[in-house]
């Protein structure tokens, strides 16, 4: 049996046996979580709860401050800026913000691919919080939401990390991108959906995390696997043989306007003031 497929049968079977260790949530992202949970809390005591990161603390003001944010007026403090933000974003938004501290090896070669991971989910979650923008503005009474898809979109790909962990075990297999981006795409999503239940993250998210690449699964629904999807077919990472095609399948269902889009200056003025949250 090759190394390659020796690692898949391990990564399956440590899948099906429930044994794969999967990455824990970041510990600011749990203590702000289980705040937000706390019916007692107030915007203070969620301040006090992010101001112990400090790196944290500072990406909040700067999303407080986005253009995205539609306000002119600048914050600048974090008691301000979570004022602004208010709690009900803050939960999905810290936990958003924290995921980034996943993406790190000391190894360097994984670190290769740990960032080039993560600058495809950004670059995925960008368009996507952009598009569920522009379909927000025409569909007001939806229980979608910003904050969300905010976080939605920075999860979906959570899967890759125990396979770049496991495969760090098999340096060999690294001479062979095309066997990981197979493992990846075979396995990425079952491992994501693992990930997202041991985070008890709410349903929405699991169904991200472990359907955004099964081309069977479609929803009749409008939902956040399709912000994901539009994100990751405009930026080339969901392949297709046709994107004019594959994207005009969201137009029939409502959730872009046109195909055309993605290029129209108004849009393009948006897509820049997200890109700003995560600079």
């Given at each position: ?54 790196a944290l603390a500072a990406r ?34 810290a936990t958003a913000m924290a ?120 929803p009749e629904h409008v939902c ?56």
């Amino acid at each position: 049996m090759s190394t390659e497929n020796a690692l898949l049968t391990i990564l399956t079977d440590r899948i099906n046996n429930d044994t794969l260790v999967l990455p824990t949530l970041p510990e600011i992202a749990v203590r702000v979580r289980q705040a937000a949970d706390d019916p007692e809390i107030n915007l203070m005591q969620m301040a006090d709860v992010i101001s112990h990161d400090p790196a944290l603390a500072a990406r909040m003001i700067k999303v407080a401050n986005s253009a995205f944010m539609g306000r002119s007026v600048k914050v600048n403090t974090l008691n301000q800026a979570v004022t602004r933000i208010g709690l009900r974003q803050i939960k999905n938004i810290a936990t958003a913000m924290a995921m980034e501290q996943l993406f790190v090896s000391n190894n360097k070669l994984i670190k290769t691919y740990m960032d080039k991971a993560w600058q495809k989910t950004l670059k995925v979650a960008c368009q996507a919080i952009t598009t569920m923008d522009f379909y927000l503005r025409v569909n007001k009474h939806t229980s979608l939401n910003r904050d969300t898809i905010t976080l939605a979109s920075l999860v979906f790909n959570i899967g890759v990390l125990p396979i770049l962990t496991e495969a760090e075990r098999h340096p060999e297999v690294f001479a062979n991108p095309s066997f990981l981006a197979h493992a990846i795409q075979k396995l990425g999503g079952k491992i994501g959906g693992a990930i997202m239940r041991e985070w008890e993250f709410t349903d929405e998210f699991v169904e991200v995390a472990e359907s955004w690449a099964n081309p069977n699964y479609r929803p009749e629904h409008v939902c956040y696997v399709d912000f994901i999807r539009v994100g990751a077919i405009v930026e080339g990472i969901l392949q297709v043989s046709d994107k004019s095609a594959a994207l005009k399948q969201y137009e029939e269902k409502g959730v872009i306007k046109e195909v055309n889009m993605f290029a129209d200056d108004t849009y393009l003025s948006v897509l820049e003031d997200v890109k700003t949250m995560f600079a």
